[in-house]
């Protein structure tokens, strides 16, 4: 089946510094892919949805500024966390819908638990 | 505005069978999900409702009233590796998939 490769699986980085997550579908081509932030015992909440070769829709509340989302391939999408604080502490996932478009086709990566300290 | 509503925990004793209720409230609805997810993991599909009715896979199935805004997740023989957390999510109209927050379901012995 198909597959979402995210890396990295897991960051510990210092207040200020910026951690880039990547997203990359395996075998398949995705025109869209999503970032959610989850926050312990909390539902996923969709961050952005970006677009190969276009700028991310970001959700409201989500700074597009500190949250740099860039799709450049219909493979491989980012998301870079500038000057990451300890309220940037969660876990991020990225999903990729298909490019054949159904809607049941929406894989998930394995997720990045950042620490910030 | 849009909303899920689904229990937080649930406890059932293993063999048996378990319902997950989920009610939801959106102005655009492109289908009913399941996941299950188990702590620090990602989510895995579970199942997919776009019309009404029972869609039954093995030892899970999931049901679809859209009329009332209602679905409900079933666990048939429950075993160990069930205990996790279970998420109702909704596809909206910009098929975007908006996420409850989730039902942590233990099966004890």
């Known amino acids: 089946g198909a597959v979402v490769s995210q890396h990295p699986s897991r960051v510990i980085c210092k207040s200020g510094t910026s951690v880039k997550i990547e997203c990359r579908s395996l075998d398949f081509q995705a025109t869209t892919m999503f970032w959610y932030r989850q926050f312990p015992k909390q539902s996923l909440m969709l961050m952005a949805t970006s677009n190969e070769g276009s700028k991310a829709t970001y959700e409201q509340g989500v700074e597009k500024d500190k949250f740099l989302i860039n799709h450049a391939s219909l493979t491989l999408s980012t998301l870079t966390v500038t000057s990451a604080h300890p309220e940037d502490s969660s876990f991020y996932i990225c999903s990729a819908r298909d490019r054949g478009f159904t809607n049941e086709k929406l894989f998930f990566g394995s997720g990045t638990q950042l620490s910030v300290l | 505005g849009q909303n899920i509503d689904q229990p937080t925990e649930m406890t059932a004793t293993e063999g048996a069978i378990v319902q997950i209720n989920c009610t939801y409230q959106?102005?655009?609805?492109?289908?009913l999900f399941w996941y299950q997810q188990h702590a620090g993991e990602a989510p895995t599909f579970l199942s997919y409702n776009v019309l009404d009715g029972l869609e039954e896979k093995g030892r899970f199935s999931s049901f679809l009233s859209r009329s009332k805004g209602y679905s409900y997740l079933l666990l048939k023989e429950l075993q160990m590796k069930d205990s996790a957390s279970y998420l109702c999510?909704?596809?909206?109209?910009?098929?975007?998939?908006?996420f409850g927050t989730g039902t942590r379901l233990t099966v004890i012995p």
């Open positions: 959106t102005s655009g609805f492109n289908g």
């Open positions: 999510a909704f596809l909206t109209g910009a098929n975007n998939l908006f």
